[in-house]
């Protein structure tokens, strides 16, 4: 009796024992196929986020032009990319996003060029390449011809602020005449930035430059701020055909403002005259009183006469030294300096009343207005 319930006993556990290794195996033989499945899945999805982010967006073959507006996201310019069929799966361009860390984006107008892909679109978005644009401000200008420049800029969005001289100078925070309070030079700037923005960092600008000059000019000079510099050189802006001239033509103007001498120079009677001066300027217009004619009134006039450059600033703080009081244009864009009036009125008989036909006060190529 022993021995037979031991062999039921062993029987049964060795049947136990097959039973669990079936089970066993086929739970191993599931959790096989699933993780094959699942690999096979990840490998699709791999393969699709890769076909997706590695394809070339639909573009035209010139590109095409993305503008994002302020407060706009990622996800609203995919989804807007991928209902114009621009972007294969914004889904996957997403993802990338993310896990690059790039979903903050810049607001502005972006160039995507053929054969970018979603990758290039993310990453550019990411680092605000947005398309750029370029202003020139010609030194010599008027703040008006400026802000004129300025308001037609491409891509630049006008304001009521800059809409007039006086109301732009107002925004600014200037008090009467803003004129050569801006800063002559070419500024880099983003599809709708204002009228305002580009006044605003030129007139910054010019206060800059204006305060390091000052702080560097030559002892003994007759100006008793940084304004007045400014004036001056705004004159020899106007006056300088020949940029090597400036600081000889500044040295002139304050050697004659040294001595009590009135500054009579053309430009500042021209900008007195406003509409009025039709080009040619007469002897009448130069006995014609405004605050401007320094033919008439003593020292310089009341505000710039335009805009002057970093270098005619320079020249106005650091003006040459001499004995010369007198210069004529020589009609070649240079002018002949002179120490004593008899010397002028022969440089004026000389190079003024015998003009060659080719006579020109500036050289041809000075001072371009685009």
């Known amino acids: 009796m022993t021995s037979k319930k031991s062999n039921s006993k062993s029987t049964s556990t060795k049947s136990r024992g097959k039973s669990a290794h079936s089970v066993r195996f086929r739970w191993l033989r599931w959790l096989f196929i699933l993780c094959f499945l699942l690999l096979c899945t990840v490998a699709v999805g791999l393969w699709s986020a890769q076909k997706a982010l590695v394809s070339p967006l639909v573009l035209p073959v010139d590109g095409m032009r993305i503008d994002v507006e302020n407060g706009s996201n990622l996800s609203t310019i995919l989804y807007r990319l991928e209902e114009q069929g621009v972007l294969p799966s914004r889904l996957w361009a997403r993802i990338y996003a993310r896990i690059k860390r790039q979903s903050s984006i810049h607001p502005g107008e972006y160039m995507v060029p053929a054969g970018s892909n979603a990758m290039d679109l993310v990453g550019r978005l990411h680092r605000g390449d947005v398309t750029r644009y370029r202003i020139t401000?010609?030194?010599?200008?008027?703040?008006?011809q400026a802000l004129t420049q300025i308001r037609n800029g491409r891509k630049v969005k006008p304001t009521d602020a800059a809409a007039s001289v006086a109301v732009a100078a107002a925004s600014l925070g200037i008090e009467g005449n803003p004129e050569g309070r801006i800063f002559p030079d070419t500024y880099v700037y983003r599809s709708g930035a204002t009228d305002m923005d580009l006044l605003r960092e030129a007139f910054e600008r010019?206060?800059?430059?204006?305060?390091?000059?000052?702080?560097?000019r030559a002892e003994g000079l007759p100006y008793e701020s940084p304004y007045e510099a400014l004036i001056m050189a705004s004159i020899v802006e106007k006056e300088t055909g020949v940029p090597s001239e400036r600081d000889e033509i500044a040295g002139v103007f304050v050697r004659r403002l040294g001595k009590g001498m009135r500054l009579q120079t053309d430009p500042t009677v021209i900008y007195g005259l406003g509409d009025k001066y039709d080009g040619n300027l007469r002897r009448a217009d130069l006995r014609t009183a405004t605050p401007y004619n320094t033919y008439v009134i003593n020292g310089m006039p009341p505000t710039p006469i335009a805009l002057p450059g970093r270098e005619a600033i320079w020249a106005a703080l650091h003006p040459k030294e001499g004995g010369s009081l007198y210069f004529v244009a020589k009609g070649d864009g240079s002018h002949h300096f002179s120490s004593s009036l008899d010397e002028h009125n022969r440089a004026v008989r000389e190079f003024q009343l015998k003009r060659r036909s080719d006579y020109r006060s500036r050289p041809a190529d000075t001072n371009p207005t685009n």
């Open 137 to 144: 401000i010609v030194e010599g200008w008027t703040f008006e």
């Open 206 to 216: 010019m206060a800059a430059v204006l305060q390091r000059e000052w702080e560097d």
